[in-house]
């Protein structure tokens, strides 16, 4: 069944949700750039071997952030009983098509307190969304540098 409707965390949301594999070839570039012009995204799963769960998990991103836009594979299709409304729907190949010039970046001074990202948790209670600031991603870079090494 699905959750119940949950109160909007924002209004007129900001909020870009992405629908792509990790191993896609666009799913980091479409982070850095989101990141770059300060657009808080939140990832949809499209691995959950338990697809009513990913559906479910769906529905609440859905309707908790109402994102503004998401981004999904080419040929994927996201209904707007899903999504809603107000939520644009452009796969992949569409955004790189578009060939827009990237918008000027947003200085970084006075974002430290901005939404990076929202993430989902499974927790042992229910699912709880945490929202990570540009400051909590910084710290977490210089505080624990080991794990941010490439291999």
Sequence with gaps: SAPPPAEPLRSQSRILAVELPRTHPDFAPLLLAAS?????????STDLPDRALQAQRRMLVFRSLQPCLCVVQDGAELPTDVRGPDCAVMTAGELAASGQDAPEPRPPEGTSGEVFCYMFTGGTQRTKIVQATHAMVIHERFAYRELWRPR
């Design 36 to 44: 770059r012009v300060s657009l808080p995204f939140v990832l949809l």
